[in-house]
């Protein structure tokens, strides 16, 4: 065991090693934390420990955070990778076993599907039902706790670690790639009530989870210029379908999915291009503060008590002021966090890492810490 990792165990922090990168968000239900990784496995832990209370191996890997719902976690399982990628025409991602499955507290599965495209994207659970736009190009429902199907809607742009997102009034939003684009769809019979295009050679589409906040949705896409990638902050307004925003914030030679986060009217972008992270207005776009990190971060952040925890590739967990982005503390925990997001519980943030560890860090271990 490394120093810090010993310095959060004796602070009542916890780490766990799972057998595949995590890159998804942790999420907690009832004191139990589950956690899934890249290679199919699932675990569900006591928050308060970390101690393993559930373990089961599932076909394809886990890229996005289970949905938790009346007992159950419903967890979508394949690969993100594409077997058609044929832009700005056609894409299709999934080769081999996709499948949505969901377990119970006791480990039984109680349902199960199959998805021709990939179910790595993240599922939404809105109205009793569970929703997930997968690599194919289609969006199914079907109730939360029987499995029963609802609802189908062919959309043809492809989803690899999107997902369906609720945005209220019975309706979610989603994003795909080729053709590129938003689509706002009602929750109860899948009626398609928006599609807003993105440009046509635009890159990186459905590959993160929008953000949701202030009656919009908020992505990011990158579009080449030669050798240089230009990185696109755009928001899509809900109630009237139609782009709010779409604003270059970043180029440079290497794009990668970035995560964006909404916030208390602000949007948290890290740089594929550089070691910091931004604060953006969610209402137009424009530049807040600018704050800069120990490496890159891809992922997302967690948000509690007006604080911002991020992971980055250093291996280092930071916490950032939202109103200025001001350092409140950080610790160099190890691995590759860049490309992971964190999750506030009740006693400590967690994250996973690129080489399977997770590590739950006391919010008093972070505060006032320099990495």
């Known amino acids: 065991m490394t120093r810090a990792l010993a310095l959060i165990a004796a602070l009542g922090g916890w780490h766990l090693q799972a057998a595949g990168a995590v890159v998804a968000a942790p999420v907690a239900r009832a004191h139990m934390v589950f956690i899934g990784d890249t290679r199919g496995d699932l675990y569900a832990l006591d928050e308060t420990n970390g101690h393993v ?112 997102v609720a945005v209220g009034e019975g309706r979610i939003a989603t994003s795909g790639a080729y053709p590129n684009e938003v689509a706002v769809l009602r929750v109860r019979d899948g009626r398609l009530l928006a599609r807003v295009a993105l440009p046509r050679d635009a890159a990186f589409v459905g590959e993160e989870p929008l953000a949701f906040g202030d009656r919009a949705v908020y992505g990011i896409y990158f579009r080449a210029a030669g050798r240089i990638a230009h990185e696109h902050l755009y928001a899509v307004d809900i109630a009237s379908g139609t782009l709010r925003f779409d604003r270059e914030i970043d180029a440079g030679p290497v794009a990668l999915p970035t995560r964006v986060t909404y916030a208390a009217g602000a949007l ?80 400590c943030v967690a994250i996973g890492s690129a080489s399977g560890r997770v590590t739950c860090v006391p919010y008093a271990r972070l505060r006032g810490a320099s990495p």
Request: positive net charge; proline residues 5%.
């Open 53 to 164: 209370r559930l373990h089961l191996r599932l076909p394809g890997g886990i890229w996005s955070p289970p949905a938790l719902e009346g007992g159950l976690a419903i967890v979508g399982a394949g690969s993100p990778r594409y077997l058609t990628y044929a832009p700005p025409v056609y894409a299709l991602a999934g080769p081999g076993i996709n499948r949505v499955t969901a377990v119970g507290d006791d480990g039984t599965e109680r349902w199960a599907y199959g998805v021709a495209g990939s179910a790595t994207s993240a599922l939404a659970i809105v109205d009793g039902l569970a929703i997930l736009h997968d690599g194919g190009g289609e969006i199914v429902a079907r109730d939360a706790r029987t499995g029963a199907y609802r609802w189908r809607r062919f959309l043809g742009s492809a989803a690899t670690l999107s997902g369906a």
């Open 268 to 347: 948290l972008v890290g740089s594929p291009f550089a070691a910091r992270v931004a604060s953006y207005a969610a209402a137009d776009g424009t530049l807040r503060w600018s704050a800069g990190l120990a490496g890159r971060s891809l992922g997302g952040a967690a948000i509690r008590g007006g604080v911002a925890y991020l992971g980055d590739a250093s291996g280092t967990l930071s916490a950032l002021d939202l109103r200025d982005g001001r350092a409140i503390g950080g610790l160099r925990i190890g691995g590759v966090l860049a490309g992971s997001t964190p999750a506030a519980l009740s006693d």
